[in-house]
């Protein structure tokens, strides 16, 4: 019963998702309802088990949610965003459609803008060029997530996106961690996610078939005069990488931190705090972002900084709390007696080889079942993570490779048809999962299958 109540609720979970309910809401409900099944009761387990890990996950990562999310209100509200989309798509052309529209949402999100400003802010752009060259609609979905849901979320070393930090708390790392292992990443899921769509699309005009009609959400492509130079647009983002680069691999490093905290005028937890300078580069680099972006084009920013910061503060609040309360949903199953045997399979997994394995497939599944990378990476590493700590340690196996799978193997599965990202990004470009669906089911597969051949990879050649 107690297995049934676990599989029920998280059929329940993902279908209530996928029917556009809010997670907030239906986490915990659905959450208690495994606990029912498992004879547990009801409201200790709500206010002793599914809050406080709600809880401390806001305490650890709302900084990186409200930041990101400010710093994409910011670049998109001073136009930076739109100057660097539509420049790159300028600059290619219409013969290179596909690639200019994946390489502008790829560097904005790289930069650390967020994949939904990304999206609203590139789809028109998409929209157009697509129409131009017709290219069936259809494929705007997946060419937009190629840029945005793949290599830079995950794989490219330094990316600022909430999946790449989460690892530095678990193993003490750095968000340019195991750099061959995300570069060989990056080169794969990139010319194989290219290759794909531009087979698609000459598939698709080989049967006559074009942009389309009678669609809906269709943007209308405005002058606008006042965007700021490309030049000055790419500024935030160098900021953001370059500065986290040097305070995580300069300045940090050599910063007496211990010193420091014993000598603090209030009580502070050496271990905490050394574990979070990584976390501290991050913080800061995405405030400078943030001022960067808000001073190159004060003209378009007069009157309308007030809103552009409250709006992305508002939008982390959202962000934060569905995968907080999928967090706190994770932690309610790992409690039942239902799941010991689930967890023990999971961790068992080629048990006397490298964790590197067990660690994708934990992973995998936990982000496969919330429909959040970032979630189900949490919920993973946080039953896990010591014990493939101390695993590595004993086959010879460093803890930014760790880190690198953790990230790559949290970008697989996660994006099934509840996933929020999948459904909004579905939403802007004014087309449903019937259509557009089974090309990022397709960039699904061959992201978490890249996660598992490097893996493969990794055992003959010990690269990271």
């Known amino acids: 019963m107690a ?3 676990i599989v029920l609720s998280l059929v329940l979970l993902m279908f209530m998702a996928y029917k556009g309910y809010s997670v907030i809401l239906f986490a915990p409900i659905f959450a ?5 099944f498992s004879g547990m009761a009801i409201m200790p387990t709500y206010t002793e088990i599914f809050l406080p890990n709600l809880g401390n996950y806001v305490k650890v990562y709302f900084p990186f949610f409200l930041l990101g999310a400010v710093f994409g209100k910011a670049m998109e509200q001073s136009g930076a965003a739109k100057s660097i989309a539509k420049t790159i798509v300028e600059k290619l052309g219409k013969e290179r459609a596909m690639l200019s529209v994946a390489l502008s949402t790829a560097i904005l999100t790289y930069g650390g803008v967020s994949m939904f400003v990304v999206a609203f802010a590139v789809y028109p752009f998409a929209a157009s060029i697509f129409k131009e060259a017709d290219i069936p609609k259809r494929l705007i979905p997946v060419t937009i997530g190629i840029g945005c849901l793949t290599f830079t979320m995950d794989a490219l070393p330094g990316t600022p996106q909430i999946q790449n930090s989460i690892p530095m708390k678990f193993f003490n790392t750095d968000l340019y961690s195991a750099p061959v292992f995300g570069l060989l990443g990056t ?3 990139f010319c194989g996610s290219m290759a794909y769509i531009e087979w698609r699309k000459r598939k698709a005009q080989a049967a006559g078939e074009g942009y389309g009609t009678n669609h809906i959400n269709e943007p209308v492509m405005l002058p606008d005069d006042s965007l700021p130079n490309p030049f000055l647009a790419i500024l935030p983002l160098a900021s953001v990488l370059i500065l986290t680069l040097i305070l995580q691999k300069v300045i940090f490093p050599h910063w007496d931190v211990i ?7 209030y009580k502070l937890a050496k271990d905490n705090v ?7 580069a991050l913080i800061i680099a995405l405030i400078v972002g943030i001022l960067i972006a808000l001073a190159i084009n004060p003209k378009r920013m007069k009157g309308n900084m007030a809103q552009s910061l409250n709006a992305g503060a508002i939008g982390s609040l959202l962000a934060v709390m569905n995968t907080a309360s999928e967090v706190g949903y994770g932690n309610v199953i790992k409690t039942l007696p239902g799941f010991q045997s689930i967890a023990h399979a999971l961790t068992n997994i080629n048990p006397h080889g490298t964790p590197l394995l067990s660690e994708a497939v934990s992973i995998n599944v936990m982000a496969g079942v919330t429909g959040s990378a970032s979630g189900g990476m949490s919920i993973a590493l946080d039953m896990f993570s010591k014990k493939y700590l101390a695993w590595a340690a004993s086959t010879g196996i460093s803890p930014e490779l760790l880190h690198r799978v953790a990230a ?3 970008g697989g599965m996660d994006t099934l048809p509840h996933n929020g990202a999948v459904i909004t990004l579905l939403a802007i470009t004014g087309l449903t999962h019937k259509q557009s669906y089974k090309d990022i089911f397709v960039l699904t597969m061959l992201k978490t299958s890249t996660c598992f051949l490097l893996i493969f ?5 010990h690269f990271i």
């Open 32 to 36: 208690l309802l495994a606990a029912i």
């Open 457 to 461: 990879l990794q055992s003959i050649f």
């Open 408 to 410: 790559m193997a949290a």
């Open 259 to 265: 010193s420091w905290v014993s000598n603090a005028p």
């Open 187 to 189: 080169i794969i899921m």
């Open 274 to 280: 050394v574990g979070s300078m990584n976390n501290w």
């Open 3 to 5: 297995v049934l109540g």
